[in-house]
């Protein structure tokens, strides 16, 4: 399967994925890098292993000669883009993106959702208020994207303990670490068409037979 990338900083799902794609755990091919941030780790990992880079949205000041939502559905469909991965995208999501890729656009987030989510919270702030909450569970939600921030239908989790005096870096430290390992098990489950469709809409990721 073709799937177009979404960084916004270091990009390290981005390169597990592209790992996952080259030593054949994943049978997919990262056909282009997508970044708000033309000089992120994420563009430079694309840049040195020949994955072609759209920077998108233009910062403001440059956004003359950017790309309007509809040109970057358009690009995607050239590379003949099937699955869309956010993977530290910080930037909403264009609604006709959204709507041109129905069921076809996922995200990472830090944090088990519904809980810990939302506009505001990235980063090291989710981090954060899981520890001030008390929380003893915290672990990397994917969902499928809608037009909002962190809402779209839950598609996978995993728990990752949290320690007594964790600080948030430490905590972000081991969250990341099962991102990595979640992110690759259902992108290759998604290009192994593996994915049912509840009939009451949960999206459900079927073992390997
Ligand atoms: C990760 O915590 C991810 O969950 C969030 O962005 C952070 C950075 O990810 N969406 P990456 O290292 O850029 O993949």
Redesign the pocket.
């Known amino acids: 399967k073709k799937l177009a990338v979404f ?8 390169r597990k994925i592209h790992e996952g794609c080259s030593d054949g755990s994943v049978n997919g091919d990262v056909v282009l890098l997508v970044t708000n941030k033309k000089d992120c ?2 563009a430079e990992y694309a840049r040195s292993n020949g994955i072609p880079v759209l920077v998108f949205p233009k910062a403001k000041r440059e956004s003359s000669d950017g790309l309007s939502p509809s040109e970057l559905v358009d690009v995607l469909r050239k590379y003949g883009v099937e699955f869309v991965l ?4 910080l930037k909403l999501i264009p609604v006709e993106l959204v709507q041109a890729f129905p069921k076809r656009i996922l ?4 944090a088990l959702l519904p809980a810990f989510g939302g506009k505001g919270l ?2 090291i702030r ?1 981090h954060k208020a899981v520890l001030e909450s008390g929380a003893r569970y915290s672990g ?1 939600t994917i969902h499928f994207v809608d037009e909002e921030y962190d809402t779209g239908r839950i598609l996978a989790q995993s728990a990752v303990r949290v320690i007594a005096n964790d600080t948030p870096e430490e905590l ?1 430290k081991r ?2 670490h099962e ?1 990595h390992k979640l992110y690759v098990e259902v992108v290759a489950a998604i290009c192994e068409e593996r994915i049912k469709w509840r009939e009451d809409g949960v999206p459900l990721i079927q073992s390997k037979e």
């Open positions: 960084v916004s900083g270091g990009g390290s799902n981005f780790g994420g956010l993977a530290g995208y995200n990472i987030h830090p990235y980063g989710v990397p972000a969250v990341l991102e």
